[in-house]
C-alpha cells in the first residue's frame, strides 16, 4: 500500500501555540486539521511538509455561534458533517448545508472540516496521481516540473477549485479569519481566492483559517447545484451557487458564483447583475443562464468533457433559479437543491 | 433487492422431470434420493459469513511473519523502451535494505498462464512494453525504507513509440511490441465459418450491419493483490498470495524460478475479490519467492491500487462489426461477427479471450448459421485478460443492441421476437456446442411479467433512421408503430424508458489452461470419529461462496450439518488439484467431485450401519445427523457412531472424488474453446430515466431472472446476480480503463468511475430452476453470466427513452446529448463508432453447422465410476 513519508507531528492546545509553531518552522510546516486531503497528498509526494502543525486539539476552532439574525460564526475545524447537520445552517443557509453535505462521502464529512474545505488544494488530473505517475508523464508545474500538462504554452497552473463550500460562501458574502502569529485579519471570502492553480490562496504561509463568519441570513434564499459523475466520493467538476434576496415578487441582490470551472471561484457579476430588479420569471431565467454560463471556462483537466461541464453551467444556473423561485411545479423532488 | 425462485419445466425448460420443490419442500423427492433436501436450496449463510463481518478473515496482506522483510517493485515510466543499463547498487547500499534484484539475478525464462503465450519477464531485462512492467525489486525493514530503495535504482532507457491503440498498432507494422503472434503486433487472429453465411442472408428479409465498441475496464476488487513468501531452511518454498488460481501459480514458480515444483507449496489465502484479475501468475508473486530465498526471511509484497491497474488482465476494449440476417417474423438466418480486441502489453488469456469474442454467441438463440473473425492487437498497456464474463460481454452487447434494431424495423416486440428464437434444449449450436436444459423463453416471461413490460414498453416510439447503408424492411418498417404510441406524459426534461436483453454463459470450460487428461477437480473426504466430516479440495473461495458449496454438498448427501464439515481449500501441498476459480467452473466441478466422494462414503457407512441394524443397505436414510431405516428410525444411530462402525469395518474413512467434464469439444482446430457442461440463461429488463438537459441516466429497477439450473444456496446465488448486474452496470455508463498522453487516465478508486451504492438500483432477482443433468443437483452457474445482459438492455432501454441509439459503451452523458443533438438536426440518432480497421483477416476455416442435432441428454464423463 501508500505508505506516508516520515514527519514531526505537532499537537498545540491554543491557537497562539499553533500560530507560533507555524512561525517557527516556516515553509517546512503546514496545518492539519481532518486531514482527508492533506494525507492522501503526501503519500502522493505532491505535499512534502517536515512538520504538520494538527489543528485537532484546540477546542476554540469547533463549533457554531451566533444567530442567523445577527450572523452564523462557524469554527473552520467543524466538521462538514456538523455544518450539513446544522438546524439553523439548513434552514438559513440551505445551500451551505447542502454543498458541505456533498462534499466526498460521509466517512470523509465526519473527518473533514469546514476550513479544509474552504482551503482543499486546487485539483488536476495530471497532478492529483502519485509521484510515479507523474515521472511517467511528465511532472507538471504545481509540483517537481516545469509545464502545465493541461495548456503547455501556459505560463500558469489551470489546477480547478474543487471546494463545494467555497462558492456558496462566496455567494453568501461571508468572511473569513485569518490568524498568524504576528496578528489577524478579516477578509471577504472573495478576496480569500485568486486564480492559480498554485497560489490559489491570498493567505501567507503562517495564517490559519480559524473561523468562517456568516453575514445575517435575513431576507436571503439560497441553493447549490453539484456536477459529478456519482451521487457520492466525487469532486465536484461544476458547482453553482446561487443566493438572492427578494424584495416582495423581485429581486433585491443576487450573486450566483460558480465552482470547479477555474483555479478560484468564479462569480457570474453580469448574469446576478441582470437578475435586480426582475421577477423571476422562465424567460429572465433563461437568459440569466447563458450569461452566467460566459465566465464558465473549464479545461480538460477533470473528470467529464470540458465541452459538457461548460454546457451544464447554464442548465445547471437555470435549475439553481428556478427551485429558487418555484418554478419547479411538476411535482418532482428536486434532489440536489437545498 | 427482492428475489423470487420458480421451477422451470415448461416445455422450454428442461427435458428433465423437475423434483423438489420451492427451497425444497412440499414436493414428492426424486426416486434415488431418500429424502427431500434438507441443505440444497436453503438460503443458508455462508460458512465463512462470522469471520468476514467481523475482520476475522486473515487476507494476504493480514499475514505477518517473523523477520519478515517488505518488498516493492520498480515499474517502468515508459510505455516502449529499451533497457540500456540497469543499476541497483545505489539501493544496495541503503540501510535497511535486504536486496534489491534486477532481471540479470531472475533464471531467464519466460512465462505466462496460457502455453502459447509465454511472453512475461518476471523483472524485465531488455525491453519494457508498458508504463507499470517491473524492472527491479527490493526487499527491506519496511515498506517505506523499500520504496526509498526503488527511486535509488539507476535505469537508463532508450524510449521508443507506444502504440497506445488497435489502430495505432495496426498501423505501425515496423515498430513491434512482440516478435511473436499471427502478424506484426497481431498476437492472435481466428477465423472460424459454420455453414454458408452467404447464402444465409440471401434468405434474409432484413440484414443490419452495425458496428460496436465496447471501452476495456478494470475488475476494481477491494482487496489489492499480496504475497508472502517464505523459502524456508530446508529449500523448500511456501507462498501465500491472493490468488484464484494456486495450481497455475504453482506449476509457474517453479518454472520462473528453475526449482522443483515438488519443493513449492502454494496457499491461496481468502480473496478480497477477485472478478478475473487474480488469475494470472503475476510477477510480484515470483519476485517475492526470489528476494526470500535471497535473504533468507518471509517476504511480502502487497501492491498499491495503482499497482493493480498496471496488473489489470481486465476486459479487453472490443471493436466490432456485425452482419446478422433476421426473417419478418424475427428469425436469425445467419450471422457473422467481426472483432478486434485491444490486448494490451502481453498474452495473458489473451488467445482464449479472442475466442470467447465468437464462440459463446450462438448459444442464446438459434443461429443455424455462423461466422466468427477475431484479432487480438497488442499494445503498450496493461494485458487484458478475463473479466467476470471473458470475451462474451462485448459481442453479447452488439448482437443484443443489434437485435433491438432489427425488431424495431421488424414491427416486432422485443421481448416476443427474443422468446421466439430463444435456443431449444437439448441440441448443437452451429458451431458444435451442446446446450443441455436452457430456461431461457421462462427467463424471458418472468421478466416481462414482474416488469410491467407490457404496459411500460407499448411499441416503438421513435422511427428506425432510414439510411442507404441500412436495407430497412419496407413493409414491416411501414407497418411498425411510431410515434403514436408515445405516452402522454407531463412536459419534462426527464423521460422514462424499458429495454430487454438476454444472454448464456459457460458453467466452466470444458478443457485445461494446459492439455492434460487429469481431473479439472478433485477432493479429499475424510470423516472422523467425531461426526465431523473434512474435505480437501484445491478450489479459491473469492467471495463467490465455493468453500460454502463444498460443506453443503457432502452435508446434503451424508445427511449432516454443514457445520459438522470442515473445508480445507487452495493448499496445493494438501488439497487435490482444482484448476482454479475462472470460467464459472467451481461450484460445478468441484461440486460434483465434492458429491461422488461423498457418495463413496455414505456407501461404506451404510454398509457397516447396515450390518449392525440388520436391514439392507439400500434402505438406509441419512438425515439429521443419523443414519437408519426410515421404519424403524428410533433404532437409527447418530452418524459419528455410524463412522466408527464403518471405520471399525474399513480402516480410516478417506475417499477421493475426481471430477472432468464430458468431452464434447468439435472436432476442428478451436473446438476447445466454448464447450462446456452446460450454459446458464439470463434475462433482463432495466427501467431507467434519461435527463434529455443533462444527458444523465438514472436506473430504477433492474429486473433479471437467470437460470441457475438449482439455486444450491438461494442467498448466494442472488449475492452473485446483484454483484454481476452491479458490476455490469459500472461497464454500461461509467467505467473506463483509458489511456492519455501513453499513462492510465486514472489509476485510482476515487478517479476510475465505479459506481456507488447511490447509483444501484432497486434489483430483483427471479431464480429459474431447470436441473440441469451435468450440474451437482442440477446446478448450474450464477458468477458471470447474469452481468452480460445489463448493458445492452440499459442501451436499449435508453433507445426507448429519448430515441438515442448508444452504440459504444460506457455511455456518457455527453454521448446522449449528441446523439438528442443529432435528432434535433433530423440525422440519425446514433452515437459510436464510425470505422473498422483494414485489417484482413486469415481464411476461416469451414466447418459444416451442428445446428440443431440432438445433444444427449447425459454425457458420459471421464472418472464418473
Not at chain 2, 138 to 159: F, H, N, Q, S
Request: with cysteine; aromatic share 6%.
Amino acid at each position: 500500500m501508500m505508505r506516508l513519508p516520515p514527519f514531526t507531528y505537532l499537537a498545540p492546545r491554543t491557537l497562539g501555540d499553533a500560530a507560533t509553531a507555524l512561525a517557527e518552522h516556516g515553509r517546512d510546516a503546514m496545518v492539519v486539521a481532518g486531514g482527508t486531503d492533506l494525507y492522501p497528498n503526501m503519500k502522493r509526494l505532491q505535499f512534502e511538509p517536515k512538520v504538520l502543525v494538527g489543528l485537532r486539539g484546540i477546542r476554540d476552532l469547533r463549533g457554531v455561534r451566533g444567530s442567523a439574525r445577527e450572523g452564523l460564526t462557524i469554527g473552520a475545524g467543524t466538521t462538514l458533517s456538523a455544518v450539513a447537520g446544522h438546524p439553523e445552517i439548513a434552514a438559513r443557509y440551505p445551500a451551505l448545508a447542502t454543498a458541505a453535505g456533498l462534499v466526498s462521502s460521509p466517512q470523509l464529512r465526519n473527518m473533514g472540516t469546514l476550513g479544509g474545505n474552504v482551503c482543499v488544494d486546487t485539483r488536476c488530473n495530471y497532478y492529483n496521481q502519485s509521484h510515479e505517475w507523474r515521472k511517467a508523464v511528465g511532472f507538471c508545474m504545481k509540483k517537481d516540473g516545469d509545464i502545465c500538462l493541461v495548456a503547455p504554452a501556459s505560463p500558469r497552473c489551470w489546477a480547478v477549485s474543487s471546494s463545494d463550500t467555497a462558492p456558496v460562501l462566496w455567494s453568501l458574502g461571508a468572511r473569513v479569519r485569518l490568524v498568524a502569529a504576528s496578528g489577524e485579519r478579516t477578509v471577504e471570502v472573495s478576496a480569500l481566492y485568486q486564480d492559480d492553480g498554485i497560489a490559489y490562496l491570498a493567505k501567507q504561509p503562517g495564517e490559519i483559517l480559524t473561523e468562517i463568519l456568516l453575514p445575517p441570513a435575513d431576507g436571503w434564499k439560497s441553493a447549490y447545484l453539484k456536477l459529478r459523475r456519482r451521487g457520492s466520493f466525487d469532486f465536484p467538476v461544476l458547482g453553482v451557487a446561487v443566493a438572492l434576496r427578494l424584495e416582495g415578487a423581485r429581486v433585491g441582490e443576487a450573486r450566483i458564483v460558480l465552482g470547479a470551472v477555474a483555479s478560484t471561484p468564479r462569480p457570474a457579476d453580469v448574469a446576478a447583475a441582470a437578475l435586480v430588479g426582475e421577477r423571476l420569471t422562465p424567460e429572465l431565467i433563461a437568459r440569466v443562464a447563458d450569461l452566467a454560463a460566459g465566465p464558465s471556462k473549464p479545461l480538460d483537466n477533470t473528470d467529464f468533457t470540458h465541452p459538457y461541464r461548460k454546457k451544464m453551467t447554464r442548465v445547471f444556473v437555470a435549475r439553481a433559479l428556478r427551485a429558487l423561485a418555484g418554478l419547479d411545479g411538476s411535482g418532482r423532488p428536486v434532489e440536489e437543491v437545498a | 433487492m427482492s428475489a423470487e425462485r420458480t421451477q422451470g419445466g415448461s416445455s422450454a425448460g428442461s427435458a428433465r422431470a423437475i423434483d423438489g420443490g420451492r427451497f425444497g419442500r412440499g414436493a414428492e423427492p426424486p426416486s434415488e434420493r431418500k429424502h427431500e433436501f434438507s441443505v440444497v436450496g436453503r438460503p443458508l449463510p455462508k460458512i465463512d459469513a462470522w469471520t468476514k463481518v467481523t475482520g476475522e478473515t486473515k487476507y494476504a496482506d493480514d499475514l505477518v511473519l517473523p523477520r519478515m522483510a517488505h518488498g516493492k517493485l520498480l515499474r517502468s515510466p515508459h510505455g516502449h523502451a529499451l533497457i540500456k543499463r540497469i543499476d541497483a547498487a545505489r539501493a544496495r547500499a541503503l540501510p535497511g535494505v535486504y536486496a534489491a534484484v534486477t532481471g540479470a539475478d531472475l533464471p531467464r525464462v519466460k512465462f505466462g498462464i496460457l502455453p502459447v503465450s509465454q511472453d512475461e519477464e518476471v523483472l524485465c531485462t531488455e525491453k519494457v512494453r508498458m508504463v507499470g512492467d517491473a524492472v527491479a525489486a527490493v526487499a527491506a525493514v519496511d515498506e517505506e525504507t523499500a520504496e526509498r530503495a526503488c527511486r535509488l535504482i539507476d535505469v537508463e532507457y532508450e524510449p521508443l513509440p507506444a502504440l497506445m491503440s488497435i489502430e495505432e498498432s495496426l498501423a505501425h507494422p515496423e515498430i513491434r511490441i512482440h516478435e511473436y503472434g499471427d502478424g506484426p503486433n497481431v498476437h492472435k487472429s481466428v477465423a472460424l465459418q459454420f455453414g454458408d453465411v452467404e447464402a444465409a442472408f440471401a434468405k434474409a428479409d432484413l440484414v443490419r450491419e452495425d458496428v460496436f465498441y465496447y471501452e476495456g475496464n478494470t475488475h476494481l476488487p477491494m482487496e489489492q493483490h499480496a504475497a508472502v513468501a517464505h523459502a524456508g531452511p530446508d529449500g523448500k518454498l511456501t507462498l501465500w498470495s491472493s490468488t484464484q488460481t494456486p495450481h497455475y501459480v504453482h506449476r509457474v514458480l517453479a518454472k520462473a524460478l528453475d526449482m522443483p515444483a515438488a519443493h513449492v507449496r502454494v496457499v491461496a489465502t481468502p480473496v478480497g475479490g477477485g472478478f478475473g484479475g487474480k488469475t494470472d501468475p503475476f510477477a510480484h508473486e515470483i519476485v517475492a519467492c526470489h528476494l526470500s530465498r535471497l535473504t533468507g526471511r518471509p517476504v511480502k509484497i502487497a501492491l498499491t491500487r495503482e499497482e493493480v491497474f498496471y496488473a489489470h488482465r481486465g476486459r479487453h476494449p472490443v471493436l466490432m462489426w456485425l452482419k446478422t440476417g433476421f426473417t419478418r417474423q424475427g428469425d436469425i438466418t445467419g450471422c457473422h461477427i467481426k472483432t478486434w480486441l485491444d490486448g494490451g502489453a502481453y498474452g495473458s488469456y489473451g488467445v482464449a479471450s479472442t475466442f470467447y469474442t465468437g464462440v459463446i454467441n450462438p448459444v442464446t438463440y438459434k443461429m443455424p448459421v455462423y461466422k466468427f473473425e477475431g484479432a487480438r492487437v497488442f499494445t503498450n498497456k496493461p494485458p487484458c485478460g478475463p473479466k467476470r464474463g471473458h470475451g462474451t460481454p462485448q459481442p453479447r452487447f452488439a448482437l443484443e443492441v443489434q437485435i433491438d434494431k432489427a425488431a424495431e424495423q421488424l414491427g416486432l416486440d422485443p421481448a416476443d421476437m427474443r422468446r421466439r428464437i430463444a435456443a431449444e434444449p437439448f441440441t448443437k449450436t452451429a458451431n458444435h456446442l451442446t446446450v443441455t436444459t436452457t430456461g431461457l423463453v421462462e427467463c424471458i416471461d418472468r421478466v416481462v411479467e414482474a416488469s410491467g413490460w407490457r404496459a411500460k414498453w407499448r411499441g416503438w416510439r421513435f422511427r428506425a433512421p432510414a439510411s442507404p447503408a441500412q436495407p430497412v424492411l419496407g413493409e414491416a418498417s411501414e407497418g411498425a408503430p411510431e410515434g403514436g404510441a408515445r405516452r402522454s406524459e407531463a412536459p419534462s426534461e426527464k423521460k422514462r424508458g424499458v429495454g430487454l436483453a438476454c444472454s448464456a454463459y459457460l458453467t466452466g470450460a470444458g478443457t485445461a489452461i494446459y492439455w492434460n487428461d487429469m481431473p479439472h477437480s478433485g477432493v479429499l473426504l475424510r470423516a472422523d470419529r467425531s461426526g465431523a466430516v473434512t474435505i480437501l479440495c484445491g478450489a479459491t473461495d473469492i467471495g463467490q461462496g465455493s468453500d460454502s458449496i463444498l460443506a453443503y454438498l457432502p452435508a446434503e448427501v451424508l445427511g449432516i450439518a454443514p457445520k459438522d464439515v470442515h473445508v480445507h481449500p487452495a493448499d496445493t501441498s494438501l488439497t487435490p488439484v482444482d484448476l482454479g476459480s475462472y470460467s464459472s467452473r467451481v461450484t460445478l466441478m468441484c461440486g460434483m467431485a465434492a458429491i461422488q466422494a461423498a457418495e463413496r462414503l455414505k456407501t461404506v457407512i451404510a454398509k457397516a450401519v447396515a450390518g449392525k441394524l440388520e436391514v439392507g443397505p439400500g434402505e438406509l436414510v441419512f438425515r439429521d445427523g443419523k443414519v437408519g431405516a426410515p421404519e424403524e428410525w428410533d433404532k437409527a444411530v447418530t452418524f459419528a457412531r455410524a463412522v466408527e462402525l464403518a471405520e471399525a469395518m474399513h480402516g480410516v474413512l478417506a475417499f477421493p472424488g475426481s471430477y472432468a467434464p464430458p468431452k464434447r469439444a468439435g472436432k476442428y482446430k478451436g473446438g476447445g474453446v466454448g464447450p462446456s457442461p452446460c450454459y446458464s440463461y439470463t434475462a433482463c429488463v432495466v427501467e431507467l430515466t434519461v435527463d434529455e438537459e443533462t444527458g444523465e441516466v438514472e436506473l430504477h429497477d433492474v429486473w433479471i431472472a437467470h437460470d441457475v439450473g438449482r439455486a444450491l444456496n438461494p442467498l448466494l446465488v442472488e449475492g452473485q446476480t446483484e454483484g454481476s448486474v452491479y458490476m455490469g452496470i459500472g461497464e454500461a455508463l461509467m467505467e473506463g480503463q483509458v489511456f492519455r498522453k501513453g499513462v492510465h487516465k486514472q489509476p485510482s478508486m476515487l478517479d476510475y468511475k465505479s459506481p456507488t451504492t447511490l447509483e444501484m438500483p432497486e434489483v430483483h432477482t427471479i431464480l429459474v430452476e431447470t436441473d440441469d443433468p451435468e450440474g451437482p443437483f442440477g446446478a448450474k452457474e450464477a458468477g458471470q453470466g447474469p452481468l452480460l445482459p445489463v448493458p445492452p438492455a440499459i442501451a436499449n432501454a435508453i433507445y426507448h427513452a429519448v430515441g438515442v441509439r448508444c452504440d459504444e459503451v460506457p455511455i456518457a452523458p455527453e454521448m446522449i446529448l449528441k446523439g438528442l443533438e443529432r435528432r434535433r438536426q433530423g440525422k440519425a440518432a446514433r452515437v459510436g463508432p464510425e470505422k473498422i480497421p483494414v485489417f484482413k483477416f486469415k481464411e476461416p476455416l469451414v466447418v459444416e453447422s451442428a445446428f440443431g442435432q440432438p445433444a444427449e441428454a447425459i454425457a458420459v464423463r471421464p472418472f464418473q465410476s
